[in-house]
């Protein structure tokens, strides 16, 4: 057994299986995908701890457990079309990609982007397609969405996502109430019939997801 399967079985066993994860298909997933693939060199130690990962100046990977958390709640179905908003380095698209339909994965910074569309075409994944472009302006073009992930937390959803909401379509997102630090709610957002229903879910802290310069003026998920 490599270091690496046995620091993920610790993860599942040490993180998930204290009764915080109960989804076994969701298990077997996490079990199946190598993080560390997805990962660059010096960061590959840190793939199944417990910690968000910094990776650039305002930007974090959120651990394992998070993503398995929001995942969870989301109760994603396999003829969902889902958009993961904040794609990194792929890892969270591959995941994702076993228990949905299709996966657009939208990533603002241009190296991730690029990243994370080598990470997926390496890993032969081929129901995830990544877009370059605007966090809160979202993919008109392969919308409406079943489910819309975001991996960061902010104030509010913004209108552009949730108008690509399909009809009974949910948004997940970790809404921050501390300027100063990551502490944050997880909440689902329902669209029935051109409403929008919000209902709380969890206590989930996970870092803010922050915009580049160009979008930060006139989009901000904490407008």
């Known amino acids: 057994m490599s270091t690496f ?3 993920k079985e610790n993860m599942i066993a040490g993180q998930f299986l204290p009764g915080l994860i109960k989804d076994e298909n969701l298990l077997n997933v996490f079990n199946e995908i190598d993080r560390e693939k997805y990962l660059p060199n010096e960061l590959k130690h840190l793939a199944y701890s417990e910690i968000n990962i910094k990776v650039a100046k305002d930007r974090h990977l959120i651990s394992p457990f998070c993503l398995a958390k929001i995942i969870e709640k989301s109760s994603i179905k396999s003829q969902d079309v889902v958009l993961l908003v904040g794609s990194n380095y792929g890892y969270e698209s591959a995941i994702i990609s076993k228990i949905s339909s299709a996966v657009m ?3 603002e910074d241009i190296n991730f982007h690029k990243q994370a569309d080598i990470n997926i075409k390496t890993n032969l994944i081929d129901n995830v397609v990544n877009i370059n472009g605007s966090f809160l ?3 008109e073009k392969f919308s409406p969405y079943d489910v819309i992930i975001l991996l960061g937390s902010g104030k509010k959803p913004s209108e552009e996502l949730l108008h690509q909401l399909a009809n009974n379509g949910k948004l997940m997102i970790c809404e921050n109430f501390n300027a100063n630090m990551d502490e944050s709610k997880l909440f689902m957002y329902t669209k029935t019939n051109k409403n929008i229903f919000k209902e709380f879910i969890c206590d989930l802290n996970i870092p803010k997801l ?5 979008h930060r003026n006139t989009f901000s998920l904490e407008n």
């Open 210 to 214: 922050i915009f580049d310069e160009e």
């Open 137 to 139: 302006k979202g993919s």
């Open 105 to 107: 994965a939208l990533e």
């Open 5 to 7: 399967q046995k620091m």
